[in-house]
């Protein structure tokens, strides 16, 4: 318990710089190594703070590294994501009585922030079809374009996709240039968003990952 607060305000702090990093710029802050020595400084303080006694924080370290290994398998997150996930889960894997608090941090925040990408992705087509912006490239109907593309898929780009505003700035397109386009695309790897995706493409949005995981976890901390 001695070194539990100087753990949490590592972990905040980690989450706060790059919450600005992710989105600004869509990226971490750093390197893998640099979060290599930050991830096994926690571990070691949390080994110090007699974590290695207690049974439950074990299993809440264990299970925050398998959500986040998990979650990047699924595609879910990005690398860097996953790296960040991964330094809170061995650095503060319970604190103040919350058991699981990455994991807890981790489900909510992806939960509401596959809600709010839901929403934006539905408003703006909704825009498109009741005629607030549409592109001319883009056609009457949201994904008309996309020809080769079947029903099913189009019904499920309402929900995941839309075509690009001119304000967006990280987008990753979807379409594959043969008048379909495919539901996989991620934004790992990708940079120079703007340039890449011309305006009123089919396009999947790029969301900020990291400060859906700082607010959940302040706002379980306010709950203790």
């Known amino acids: 318990m001695e070194t539990e607060l ?6 905040l702090g980690v989450l706060a710089a790059n919450s600005y990093t992710d989105v600004r710029y869509r990226t971490i802050l ?19 703070d007699g974590g290695w006694a207690d049974a439950g924080a074990l299993f809440g370290l264990a299970a925050g590294v398998t959500l986040a290994l998990v979650l990047y398998r ?13 330094v809170i889960s061995v650095t503060l894997p319970a604190a103040f009585g919350i058991p699981f608090l990455p ?6 925040g992806v939960t509401i922030l596959a809600f709010a990408v839901v929403a934006y992705n539905v408003a703006l087509n909704v825009s498109h079809v009741v005629g607030l912006y549409r592109h001319p490239a883009a ?8 020809g080769a593309a079947g029903i099913l898929k189009k019904a ?9 505003r001119p ?23 990708t940079r120079k968003w703007e340039k890449n995706v011309g305006e009123g493409r089919p396009v999947m949005v790029a969301a900020p990952v990291i400060p ?4 959940p976890m302040i706002l379980l901390l306010l709950l203790v």
């Open 30 to 48: 750093g390197g893998d190594r640099h979060y290599a020595c930050v991830g096994g400084a926690g571990l070691a303080l949390f080994l110090l």
């Open 139 to 146: 056609g009457k109907r949201p994904f008309s374009a996309c």
């Open 103 to 108: 994991v807890l941090a981790g489900l909510l």
């Open 6 to 11: 100087i753990r949490l305000l590592v972990v």
């Open 212 to 215: 859906f995981l700082l607010v």
């Open 74 to 86: 699924c595609r879910a997150v990005a690398s860097g994501d996953c790296i960040i996930l991964l």
């Open 167 to 189: 304000w967006e700035r990280h987008v990753v397109r979807i379409d594959d240039g043969r008048g379909g386009f495919s539901l996989r695309a991620t934004p790992i790897g």
């Open 156 to 164: 499920a780009a309402f929900f995941a996709a839309h075509h690009r």
